[in-house]
């Protein structure tokens, strides 16, 4: 994962629009697409930058992150251990209690509609009250 020097009057989307362009290959082109997916299944989503460099989706709490590596990005869900997956999305982080992630090497596909069932299960999970 790459670091971008930012402006503090940087705002978070336009610090996920600079990673995104900063990443002139395939991850570029796979970060965008997910955020497409992401603001489609939540059109009230909030954009975070957190973590020294990191793209964070919420709403009403963390709904994924998005890093990029050199092999993958990696969406990481922070509750995804208390998803439903009907799709098979989930390939990693699948030992935890609390958290699941998406690996997306170059050239693999995404169900864009299994995935947005993924975003807005996460979204109703964060807004359901704890128990």
């Known amino acids: 994962m790459t670091t971008s020097p930012t402006t503090a009057g940087d705002s978070?989307?336009?610090l996920i629009d600079a990673r995104i362009a900063e990443l002139d290959d395939w991850r570029g082109k796979t970060l965008a697409r997910v955020r497409a997916l992401i603001h489609q299944a939540d059109p009230e989503v909030v954009e975070e930058w957190k973590w020294r460099g990191v793209p964070v989706w919420s709403h009403a709490g963390i709904i994924c992150t998005g890093e990029t590596y050199k092999a993958v990005v990696k969406l990481t869900f922070a509750k995804g251990a208390a998803l439903e997956d009907p799709g098979g999305l989930f390939n990693s982080s699948l030992e935890g209690n609390t958290?699941?992630?998406?690996?997306l090497p170059e050239g693999a596909a995404l169900d864009a509609e299994a995935f947005k069932a993924l975003i807005r299960a996460a979204v109703a999970l964060n807004g359901s009250p704890r128990r």
């Open 99 to 103: 958290r699941r992630a998406i690996d």
């Open 12 to 14: 978070p989307s336009r």
